[in-house]
């Protein structure tokens, strides 16, 4: 019997030990969480004196302004969730970026009959700076990427579609599969495919590369050329910009 109660005093003992220990875990765990709360609340802070500080810098350089949305990601603050309140008030950049998306919607209603809804990144922003006026403060694609995903809420009009380190914005409804995208990878470079080309380059079957090209043609982002000497060929508007120009 005294050997029984040894254990049952061990068990209760061990259990006793394993509750302190519990709430002493508790107990640091809502300390730490309070510390870092407090510091995030002091990194909030001080980021907003930052901003004030240089706010100049951050509505007229892009690069600048890049560096700023990162820090601000870092802390979870997102600049652009409202276009009132402090950082609205403060910089500017809500209205700067609903503004840009705008012009970005201009663009692309503009040059949406030549190109059938697909821009490369680099056009859009030469089109939306020229758009802008020579006094007006300069953007960067990353401002363009920015202020397209703001777009989203017009529903799937606006796609950014990533092409290497390049990207093509899609303005019409309508998705693109992983076999357009590739199909587009391939004519960045010379701004064509034919169905021969796919077919050896990324060896697909000759009725897979047919299903994405009648696609492409069929939204009015390829045409065709039946001239060429040895098979049909498809061009993509969207990777001349010279073409897009001509009135």
């Known amino acids: 019997m005294r050997k029984r109660g040894v254990g049952v005093a061990a068990v209760k003992n061990k259990s006793l030990a394993e509750a302190r220990y519990k709430n002493k875990g508790n107990e640091l765990e809502q300390s730490q969480m309070a510390e870092m709360a407090k510091q995030m609340e002091m990194f909030k802070v001080n980021l907003e004196d ?3 500080k240089h706010k100049d810098d951050i509505k007229k350089d892009p690069q600048f302004r890049v560096s700023f949305q990162e820090m601000c990601a870092s802390i979870g603050v997102d600049p652009l969730a409202s276009s009132k309140g402090f950082w609205a008030e403060m910089l500017g950049v809500g209205d700067f970026y609903y503004e840009l998306g705008v012009q970005i919607i201009e663009v692309c209603m503009a040059t949406n009959h ?3 809804g697909l821009i490369s990144i680099e056009e859009l922003r030469d089109k939306v700076t020229a758009s802008r006026g020579k006094k007006s403060q300069p953007i960067s694609i990353d401002d363009l990427l920015r202020a397209i995903k703001k777009l989203r809420i017009l529903g799937n009009g606006f796609t950014v579609i990533a092409l290497g380190k390049s990207y093509m914005v899609q ?7 992983m076999d357009h995208t590739k199909l587009l990878q391939e004519a960045q470079s010379d701004g064509f495919v034919s169905k021969k080309s796919l077919m050896s ?4 079957e000759e009725e897979r590369a047919s299903r994405a090209l009648d696609y492409m043609v069929k939204e009015g982002l390829a045409w065709v050329d039946d001239q060429a000497s040895d ?8 990777f001349f910009p010279e073409i897009s120009s001509v009135t």
């Not at 303005?171 to 599969?177: I, N």
């Open 50 to 52: 930052f901003a004030a």
């Open 231 to 238: 098979s049909r060929q498809y061009w993509f508007p969207s």
């Open 114 to 116: 030549r190109n059938g």
């Open 171 to 177: 303005s019409v409804p309508g998705e693109l599969t």
């Open 201 to 204: 380059s990324l060896k697909w």
